[in-house]
């Protein structure tokens, strides 16, 4: 089921507790030969003209069809009436259906927009009403009401639903309409009771906020000899906060005791040994060396966090799998859904790429040069050093303040988003229409993009604005965020219809978020002049990958053990994941860092809130790097209209349109070689 309730609307995929004693829903109770009959009498009303349509049509249409939708006549005489022949009127129905599916999503998207402004935004304290209307799924009963009025049925009849492997075979022969009818094809392949979508957004909500409001205030943190050595005032959302804080202390003289710190806070979250009254509470101070909380100084007992992330992860586990018996054989798996039918891109494909990657000898030689960089023995946290990239020798600080003054709030960075665009090589009237579609808002979380469900709706950027305005950190993921709004505008816009709208999958948008990203510098007008920069950037993106293969690894890894271990506990679950964590460390990170049974891949906190999200990140790196290379020497704003204007197609024709190259770790392999023998001269 592939887009059926759109961005905005994803909670509605899961489902907060085990069913039992449940009939086979997917059991037709039409006889065979009735569907036979039903086949045979289209194909000699139209012709084997259109047999293949047909066949395939009927098919799936008395898959999906239950007893409330009527009698075995009742099917036969729906599929006589309802299934067109004439490719003409099959051409004026798409263009009914991507008017009526355009405003009907667009509309329902644009009311889970404004039903989560409180819980999304930094708008003041969530109240219980907050919630409960942030939980609330208004597109629940969508699905049933289109299946109930037979529009789904329609659809099924006549737009046939292609397997991975055929659209990869016949696509590239496909015209923009016809990967809009292969698209719509997609739309309704199960058919989830509309009770269970409306429970599945409670527990998705609950993640949500869980990971938004876990907030470290790093000026509470103590030493050992009981100083803090954080600004007073410095408030660190995990993991985002917190990583880009150990990121912002390379090359600062104090570094090490700050860095090593924060270190320990993530394997005090990931081990859940995190005192639970520490979190998002700016009245205690806590030392994550001895784990000791103090009020005013004085002592007092805590309880650890105990469980309660890894029962976030397990409730979204059991959601997903509540959900496997309305699937087909070949997606009954969250994770099968989730590589073949979202990512379209198999599990093993991605899994061996990622290994493949994290194994190579190249990696061992950078680090090598990151530990000469530094003058030290790498770390396990210096997965995020960052000092390849050239900050035009400007401090941390002087950048925070030139930040905070262009930008004390988020109407400021809207003001000035055409100009960034202009910056980048857009005409000033593209810039203009691309900025005009994009609204600004201050995030309550790390920040996100949040796609326009219709044309004429607006995108939403989100990043964090302190009181005091943004930081260089909310600054650099405001320039990532905006990379996801420009990829999501002209994938809206200018594609060839409503149906095609969008990309393959979420990696090709963070590969233009991540363009968009490396180029922040540029962005507050300072121009870099370091000639080893190009050589230097190539490191850089190899170096913050091989931190992503392994999360990514981790959170894949996590999900094969919770379907091969459907029964456990949230102990139990933790135990795995740290496991896993440790046994993926040290096959292809020890080596480098000179540590073993470290469980540091397991902080992310999208494995938590995010069901495998997080194989989008290197995905897209790689792709980025593609496109970089591709585009290097052309116009870059012309490439990224032309690009992100092929529309959803599968990520093997979009690759092969887009750069003519699939993706590859052969592209960076090589550019990193090169890189070494220059940089290390």
């Not at 099959?90 to 009914?96: A, G, H, S, Y």
């Not at 680090?367 to 990239?389: I, T």
């Not at 020798?393 to 003001?415: C, Q, V």
């Not at 950037?537 to 379907?563: A, P, Q």
Request: proline share 5%.
């Amino acid at each position: 089921m592939k887009k059926i309730l759109i961005i905005g609307l994803m909670a509605s995929i899961l489902l907060s507790c085990q069913r039992t004693n449940q009939p086979d829903p997917n059991k037709s109770p039409l006889a065979q030969a009735t569907i036979v009959k039903t086949i045979t009498a289209l194909i000699e009303k139209y012709g084997n003209e259109s047999a293949f349509r047909i066949e395939r049509g009927v098919s799936r249409a008395a898959e999906l069809w239950r007893t409330t939708d009527g009698s075995d006549a009742d099917f036969e005489t729906f599929c006589a009436d309802n299934f067109v022949a004439d490719p003409a009127q099959v051409n004026i129905l798409f263009d009914r259906l991507t008017h009526y599916f355009e405003h009907l999503y667009g509309y329902m998207g644009r009311i889970g927009v404004e039903l989560n402004r409180q819980i999304h935004e930094d708008r003041g304290p969530i109240l219980p009403i907050d919630q409960l209307f942030g939980a609330y799924s208004p597109g629940s009963h969508l699905q049933d009401d289109l299946f109930g009025n037979k529009i789904a049925f329609i659809i099924v009849l006549n737009f046939p639903n292609y397997s991975l492997a055929e659209k990869n075979q016949l696509g590239d022969d496909w015209d923009g309409r016809q990967w809009g009818f292969a698209r719509l094809g997609d739309y309704f392949t199960t058919r989830i009771p509309a009770a269970l979508l409306q429970e599945n957004s409670t527990i998705y909500s609950k993640g949500r906020l869980y990971i938004s409001e876990y907030n470290i205030f790093a000026g509470k943190l103590l030493t050992n000899e009981g100083t803090t050595i954080f600004p007073e005032n410095m408030r660190l959302l995990a993991h985002w906060n917190i990583r880009d804080e150990i990121k912002a202390n390379y090359g600062q003289p104090d570094a090490l005791p700050k860095q090593e710190m924060l270190y320990q806070v993530m394997l005090r979250i990931i081990n859940q040994d995190i005192p639970l009254d520490v979190i998002d509470n700016p009245e205690l101070q806590w030392n994550p060396y001895s784990n000791q909380v103090f009020r005013d100084g004085q002592p007092i007992t805590a309880q650890p966090e105990d469980i309660r992330r890894y029962q976030i992860l397990l409730d979204n586990f059991r959601a997903m799998k509540n959900l496997d018996a309305y699937y087909p054989a070949n997606q009954n798996t969250y994770i099968k859904r989730r590589f073949e039918n979202s990512m379209e891109i198999p599990y093993e494909e991605v899994s061996s790429l990622f290994k493949e990657y994290a194994a190579s000898p190249l990696m061992r030689e950078v680090g090598k040069l990151v530990s000469r960089r530094l003058g030290r023995d790498l770390r396990p946290y210096d997965l995020w050093y960052n000092e390849f990239v050239s900050k035009g020798g400007i401090s941390g600080a002087e950048l925070d303040r030139i930040t905070r003054a262009l930008y004390p709030n988020a109407e400021a960075l809207n003001k000035d988003l055409p100009r960034q665009l202009r910056d980048l090589g857009f005409e000033p009237q593209m810039a203009t229409f691309l900025a005009y579609r994009i609204d600004v808002d201050a995030a309550r979380g790390s920040g996100h993009a949040m796609r326009a469900s219709m044309r004429s709706a607006q995108s939403h950027l989100r990043t964090r604005i302190a009181a005091d305005g943004m930081d260089y950190k909310g600054y650099n993921i405001a320039v990532h965020e905006f990379g996801h709004n420009v990829e999501q505008t002209i994938s809206t816009h200018f594609v060839d219809n409503y149906f095609l709208n969008g990309i393959p999958n979420t990696a090709f948008t963070e590969a233009l978020a991540f363009s968009f990203q490396k180029r922040d510098m540029q962005l507050l007008g300072k121009k870099q002049t370091d000639p080893l920069m190009e050589h230097l950037d190539v490191l850089n993106i190899f170096w913050t990958n091989y931190e992503m293969m392994g999360v990514s690894l981790v959170d894949m890894e996590v999900w094969k053990w919770m379907y091969d271990n459907p029964d456990a506990t949230a102990q139990q679950l933790k135990e795995a994941v740290i496991r896993i964590a440790k046994e993926i460390w040290n096959q292809y990170y020890a080596d480098i860092f000179g540590e073993r049974d470290t469980p540091i891949l397991a902080i992310y906190s999208h494995m938590i809130q995010s069901p495998l999200y997080l194989m989008n990140y290197p995905y897209g790196r790689l792709i980025m790097f593609q496109m970089e290379d591709f585009w290097a020497g052309k116009n870059y704003a012309q490439e990224v209209l032309r690009i992100f204007s092929l529309g959803q197609l599968t990520p093997q024709h979009w690759m092969e349109r887009a750069v003519g190259a699939q993706i590859s770790n052969q592209p960076i392999f090589t550019a990193v070689e090169k890189a070494l023998q220059v940089v290390k001269n």
